[in-house]
């Protein structure tokens, strides 16, 4: 893998460019194996998107408090690293479409990328988006208050910075009820506590 940290490194076209550097975009970047030019392009820190977030850098050590499927992550991300590809982290994709003009047209698409405080426009031949999915917060009673959070960022700042929330959690999806339990099997702290706020119907509070 080459790391590109800033725009004057990257190539002018690729065969392929991956937006998203979580397990889908790992998975494409697959394909410099195949003998093809590659880039992958993540906005984040460091490989491993929403599931497998920070497995390069948690300062998680308890295996425990962040399970075995995370930390499958980082053979994934072993295996990303090791491959011949081009990868920018902290880079993000803002657009993607056909070349300005007729030439660049002929050489595919156009990825256009922020970088190190820098645009820039990158050819490719074949674009994969894997880009993921967003947690999507609802408004409920007590969302507002200070320490309540979603279960998604909880777990961000878990994975990320290696704290467990005081806090209640609320959560629409089963994520949230796995980090429910993470967070109160955390053996690194064990602070997670039960509480509810009052929902509607099917947006249940959890803790
Ligand atoms: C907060 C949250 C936590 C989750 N936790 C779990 C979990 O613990 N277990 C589970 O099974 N599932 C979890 N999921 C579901 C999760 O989305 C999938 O399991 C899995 O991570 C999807 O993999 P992916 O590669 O498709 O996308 P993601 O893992 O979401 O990866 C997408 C990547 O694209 C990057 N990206 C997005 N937009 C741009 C852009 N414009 N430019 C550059 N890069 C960009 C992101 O930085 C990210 O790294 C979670 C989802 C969310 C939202």
Redesign the pocket.
């Known amino acids: 893998m080459r790391e590109i940290e800033d725009v004057g490194a990257l190539a002018k076209t690729y065969d392929l460019a991956v937006?998203?550097?979580?397990?889908?975009?790992?998975?494409a970047e697959a394909a410099a194996g195949l003998g093809l030019s590659t880039l992958a392009?993540?906005?984040?820190a460091g490989?491993?998107?929403?599931?497998?977030?920070a497995v390069t850098s948690t300062p998680v050590r308890t295996r425990a408090t962040l399970?075995e499927?995370?930390w499958r992550g980082a053979e994934l991300a072993a295996s990303f690293g090791a491959s011949n590809g081009d990868y920018a982290r902290a880079?993000?994709?803002?657009s993607v479409g056909p070349g300005f003009d007729a030439e660049e047209r002929e050489n595919g698409l156009e990825v256009v990328?922020s970088l190190g405080g820098s645009a820039h426009l990158v050819g490719a031949k074949e674009v994969v988006l894997?880009?993921?999915?967003?947690?999507r917060p609802f408004p409920i009673p007590g969302w507002t208050l200070p320490g309540v959070m979603?279960?998604?960022?909880a777990?961000?700042a878990l994975?990320t910075s290696g704290l467990d929330p005081y806090a209640l959690t609320y959560h629409t999806?089963?994520?949230g009820l796995?980090?429910s339990r993470r967070l109160g099997q955390s053996a690194d702290s064990g602070r997670a506590r039960p509480g509810r706020l009052q929902g509607g119907e099917g947006h249940q509070g959890q803790a």
């Open positions: 937006s998203g550097a979580g397990p889908a975009g790992m998975a392009l993540d906005e984040n490989p491993g998107g929403q599931i497998y977030r399970g499927d995370y880079a993000t994709v803002w990328v894997a880009m993921g999915a967003l947690e979603t279960a998604g960022a777990q961000i994975k999806m089963s994520t796995s980090l």
